[in-house]
């Protein structure tokens, strides 16, 4: 089995102690610190701009992951980079030339990544897939941490990871929402690769451990 990959939502985290959280991630066994960035619009709630996500870059020791979750990603793709970014996922149901903006992402030297929610469908990557680094399948409906998983996912998973060994891409497929240790596995069975937490690290009684069990499940 290939390696999970795990990357804990600094969403979830206490955001008077920011610098804290991102130094737990850091000494944990954590690949990647996942960074959502809400706009009100095409999500409803705001999380945080560009001073923010500079002052978690200036502590963070593990790459950043950038899942845009906003209105118009293409305006703020360089913000990104300056912030650290070594992912940037953009949502497909917003982007009118995605694959423009799939070939600016990696213009700018970054994993290239597109973010599904629940209700879309996987057939809109079959014309970008060669353009893919990362599928970021939303397991909640995108806009508030602590939601119930979507039990659908499974399913978009098995049909993503098809898609990806037609195409013979060795593509990272990462799930945001409600991920636990009781679904964990099961994601991983279906051909998940890479791991979003928020809540069920952050809220944990010792959210290092627990980034190790998701990292074995």
Avoid: W
Avoid at 123 to 129: S, T
Avoid at 171 to 196: C, F, Q, S, T
């Amino acid at each position: 089995m290939s390696e999970i990959l795990i990357a804990p939502s600094i969403l979830a985290a206490d955001f008077g102690n920011l610098a804290a959280a991102t130094h737990m991630i850091n000494e944990s066994q954590a690949d990647y610190i996942h960074i959502d960035i809400m706009d009100g619009n095409f999500v409803p709630n705001i999380s945080f701009g560009f001073p923010v996500t500079q002052a978690i870059c200036k502590h963070a020791k593990k790459p950043l992951d950038f899942h845009l979750m906003i209105n118009n990603p293409d305006h703020y793709l360089e913000d990104c980079v300056n912030s650290g970014a070594k992912i940037i996922t953009v949502h497909a149901e917003v982007c009118n030339h995605l694959n423009r903006t799939l070939q600016r992402i990696k213009e700018l030297g970054v994993f290239a990544g597109v973010a599904l929610n629940p209700h879309t469908s996987v057939d809109v990557l079959k014309n970008v897939i060669n353009d893919l680094d990362l599928i970021l399948i939303m397991s909640v409906n995108p806009g508030f941490g602590g939601q119930k998983f979507i039990d659908n996912t499974y399913a978009k998973v098995k049909e993503i990871k098809q898609l990806a060994d037609v195409a013979d891409k060795n593509i990272l497929i990462e799930i945001d929402g409600g991920v636990n240790g009781e679904n964990a596995p099961l994601l991983v069975k279906a051909g998940a690769n890479m791991l979003v937490a928020g809540s069920y690290v952050f809220n944990s009684i010792n959210p290092s451990q627990t980034i190790a069990n998701l990292k074995n499940p």
